[in-house]
């Protein structure tokens, strides 16, 4: 059985996603060498976060079950804490209404990104694929 295409959008955007994430990351570290240290750990779990996601989802793109499982988590962790932080900026922080109205795509995109790897990695198609790959390929990194 081939890959169902819902598994193909939802690693795409994953890797997209904390690839991103990364790169806005390494931005700000750029931008503010004198406190790159003290950002570093501050940032290291975003990192983790977005490394984790990246790799599980392509060794479950390969057809690692277990990587599949990873991946849905570390999606959901990644995409959740945004969620989060964008409804709470939302609802609690006094920012200025110019400001507020780029949290509400914020938080519609992170609520499609949960949904949409709850759809690819949790579907009949997807297990299907999963149950047809060899044993071997399933033990995961």
């Not at 690839?19 to 750990?41: D, E, R, W, Y």
């Not at 110019?98 to 790897?117: D, M, Q």
């Amino acid at each position: 059985m081939s890959r169902p295409k819902r598994l193909w959008v939802a690693v795409l955007v994953n890797v997209v996603a904390g690839v991103l994430t990364l790169a806005a990351l390494g931005f700000l570290l750029a931008k503010s060498l004198p406190l790159a240290g003290t950002l570093i750990l501050w940032f290291a779990p975003t990192v983790l976060i977005c490394g984790v996601l990246i790799v599980s989802s392509i060794f479950a793109f390969r057809g690692h079950a277990r990587s599949r499982w990873i991946a849905l988590g570390t999606a959901i962790l990644l995409f959740g804490i945004h969620l989060i932080q964008s409804l709470w900026l939302y609802y609690h922080a006094a920012l200025p209404p110019e400001e507020l109205a780029s949290l509400a795509p914020s938080a519609e995109r992170n609520s499609l990104g949960i949904v949409l790897n709850l759809w690819a990695f949790l579907s009949d198609k997807t297990d299907a694929f999963f149950d047809e790959v060899p044993n071997d390929r399933s033990r995961g990194p």
